[in-house]
């Protein structure tokens, strides 16, 4: 099996068999997490830059981690104290940043396709860290990772996305990935933070918490979007923990067999209780620990295909 895709700009335009194509490669780099020495020689002559024009603790860490650890040579670019602030397009940024002799671009932009319009401007291979509300494709896939990591695949697999799923990236990539592999997704929100359509992506949806929840094998949690939230989509941050926060009382709905996710950072008291989020069914860190691998996979797969 191959990979057809020379960037990775969202799960949503990828076949199930290259989204497993990962997950299986992934599982090598993960084994090499757990060695003394867990750097390999691998990309060691490529050079990378990691390009984060929004805020961003685990990707931009774990891409460099991934990087570092394939022997490639890393450039962080934030923001903060580049020439950016003084007007330059991002086309030019990314232009001057390849002339360089930079071979790839990690990106993380507030703007939709931004990923998109980087590979085709640009001529360069891109590889999505989250562009504005569209797609997290990373994410989606270490979450992908570390579900079958438990459950061994995906069909009869009872997935709840709960939160707000309207303003989410991460949920978009879940979506898309999940529905490929065949589990059975539920969207779980109040009504104004449910996607404006969310029949486009053809599954469930409940604005019934306590019968989505009921059986359900895996609960993805979302970080409720505080930098959003000032167009009143909620009443107050204690009202939506009452109703739809993941409290002990509400985790003892799911099935016996089941695990807690979140992508990070959490709302502590908001969206997830603490004692929830620290509890033994609670996988967070494993798929923190998980992304590095992915990401390690993602750079080895596309770095194959520079020359093609
Ligand atoms: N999950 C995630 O994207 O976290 P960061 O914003 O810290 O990268």
Same mark, same amino acid.
């Given at each position: 099996m191959s990979f057809y895709h020379h960037s990775l700009l969202g799960l949503r335009e990828l076949s199930a068999e290259e989204i497993l194509y990962i997950l299986d490669e992934a599982k090598a780099f993960r084994q090499i997490l757990e060695r003394d020495i867990k750097k390999v020689p691998t990309l060691r002559w490529l050079t990378v830059v990691n390009l984060f024009y929004e805020p961003s603790t685990r990707t931009r860490i774990s891409f460099e981690l991934a990087e570092k650890r394939l022997s490639a040579d890393v450039i962080n670019f934030t923001q903060s104290g580049t020439s950016v602030a003084k007007g330059e397009s991002l086309r030019d940024t990314v232009n001057n940043i390849l002339a360089m002799k930079v071979d790839m671009v990690v990106v993380r932009h507030s703007s939709v396709s931004a990923p998109n319009y980087i590979e085709r401007e640009c001529n360069v291979q891109v590889i999505n860290a989250g562009d504005g509300t569209n797609e997290h494709p990373t994410q989606g896939l270490l979450d992908l990772y570390t579900i079958r990591e438990k459950f061994g695949q995906f069909s009869g697999l009872k997935v709840v996305i709960l939160g707000d799923i309207r303003h989410s990236r991460v949920a978009h990539s879940n979506i898309w990935g999940l529905k490929k592999l065949g589990a059975k997704?539920?969207?779980?929100? @109040?009504?104004?933070?449910?996607?404006?359509?969310?029949?486009?992506?053809?599954?469930?949806?409940?604005?019934?918490?306590?019968?989505?929840?009921?059986?359900?094998?895996?609960?993805?949690?979302?970080?409720?979007?505080?930098?959003?939230?000032?167009?009143?989509?909620?009443?107050?941050?204690?009202?939506?923990?009452?109703?739809?926060?993941?409290?002990?009382?509400?985790?003892?709905?799911?099935? @016996?067999?089941?695990?807690?996710?979140? @992508?990070? @950072?959490?709302?502590?008291?908001?969206?997830?209780?603490?004692?929830?989020?620290?509890?033994?069914?609670?996988?967070?860190?494993?798929?923190?620990?998980?992304?590095?691998?992915?990401?390690?996979?993602?750079?080895?797969?596309?770095?194959?295909?520079?020359?093609?």
């Open positions: 997704v539920i969207l779980c929100a @109040p009504r104004t933070l449910l996607p404006q359509y969310p029949e486009v992506f053809g599954v469930d949806v409940s604005t019934n918490i306590e019968e989505a929840l009921s059986g359900a094998n895996v609960v993805n949690v979302l970080r409720l979007q505080l930098e959003r939230q000032k167009a009143g989509y909620i009443p107050s941050l204690r009202e939506y923990r009452m109703f739809w926060g993941l409290t002990q009382e509400r985790v003892k709905l799911l099935d @016996p067999d089941h695990i807690i996710m979140h @992508p990070g @950072p959490m709302n502590r008291g908001v969206e997830i209780d603490p004692d929830v989020a620290d509890a033994n069914d609670s996988v967070i860190l494993q798929q923190v620990t998980n992304g590095v691998a992915i990401r390690m996979a993602v750079l080895y797969i596309l770095a194959g295909k520079i020359n093609e």
